[in-house]
């Protein structure tokens, strides 16, 4: 007779064993040949070696649904236990266009046509741009998208960076130390981990630095392996910036850049390095640009007819510079 210990990680046991152990009871009864023994994190395994290998394989992909999901029910141990196959077993635990369970266990999905269109180009390209207006949902689910990703191990770390760009507004009287002051800009970012991740669970990551969240000047110098990356804001990088943002790129990373080339907020004659990137990197291979619009917008439905007003001055403006521009190359 064979025996294996089996290290429960990333998730309570508690949440895995289920109230009083009812879930762990459900999990003997699938494999009644084998002697299975559970004491806080570890579980030992005993019996014949071919069906005690099956068990620690399902079980800790039960593990990877408990973390993704933040919850099990015993379907969820029936899918995965008894799942005749790894094809089997992974269609069972996908959630046709759920992205992550984020708190409370509510789904987290791409809503719109272009949402969906970063879902399936972020899981074929390690580089996608998504640009867009305000209220498209861009940030959200590139959030979701990282999220998803070290909730399925395919990354180690999740990194979010944005530059720290004054908007009218002044770092310098914002009271507190550098972290303070930059804070505000990364609000964002926080709000949207936090929609996705229990709050204990955020906290552990970010002491640990399996989450960071940082101003782009903090990116020089370093090689991201191993991480999803995610430039919100992008528009407000300036072209050095944005070009070693990319260049930050390590082995196994998957990046995602956003941002709103209508809401430049760098100083007067600093071009964004956005628009560039835009055209110097349309036909490189491995890279895929999503163009959101006013139809992606899953905010207060005001928020398009925001959006469209400006849009319509914008145009009128773009008109009569071009009037004036004409009549001075007359005179």
Do not use: C, W
Request: no cysteine; hydrophobic share 40%.
């Amino acid at each position: 007779m064979a025996e294996q210990i089996l290290q429960i990680e990333n998730v309570d046991p508690k949440d895995l064993y289920g109230p009083s152990d009812k879930y762990l009871d459900k999990v003997k009864s699938l494999f009644p040949k084998l002697k299975i023994i559970a004491r806080g994190n570890f579980i030992k395994v005993m019996g014949e070696e071919e069906e005690m290998e099956q068990f620690i394989s399902r079980y800790e992909m039960l593990t990877v649904q408990l973390e993704r999901k933040g919850r099990i029910d015993e379907k969820d141990i029936e899918d995965v236990m008894m799942a005749n196959s790894d094809d089997e077993l992974q269609q069972r635990m996908s959630e046709s266009d759920v992205l992550v369970f984020g708190r409370g266990g509510i789904p987290v999905k791409a809503i719109t046509a272009n949402q969906k269109r970063m879902v399936t180009a972020s899981d074929h390209k390690d580089l996608v741009f998504a640009i867009g207006p305000a209220g498209t949902g861009k940030t959200y689910t590139a959030v979701a998208l990282a999220v998803r990703a070290l909730k399925a191990r395919q990354v180690r770390r999740i990194i979010l960076t944005r530059p720290a760009v004054e908007a009218d507004e002044h770092l310098g009287f914002l009271p507190g130390d550098l972290k303070d002051k930059l804070d505000p800009y990364l609000q964002p970012l926080y709000d949207a981990l936090r929609d996705m991740i229990p709050t204990s669970k955020l906290e552990g990551y970010m002491e640990d630095h399996t989450i960071e969240i940082a101003p782009l000047a903090f990116m020089r110098g370093r090689t991201l392996d191993h991480a999803f990356v995610i430039l919100d804001e992008a528009q407000n990088a300036t072209r050095s910036q944005l070009k070693m943002f990319l260049t930050r790129m390590g082995r196994s990373a998957k990046f995602i850049v956003t941002g709103d080339i209508t809401q430049i907020d760098l100083p007067p004659k600093t071009p964004s390095g956005l628009p560039q990137a835009m055209e110097v990197l349309k036909d490189v291979p491995g890279i895929e640009f999503i163009m959101l619009d006013d139809k992606d917008v899953v905010r207060h439905k005001l928020v398009t007819e925001i959006i469209n007003a400006y849009k319509r001055r914008q145009e009128t403006e773009d008109r009569r510079q071009e009037t004036e521009d004409l009549e001075e190359s007359k005179e």
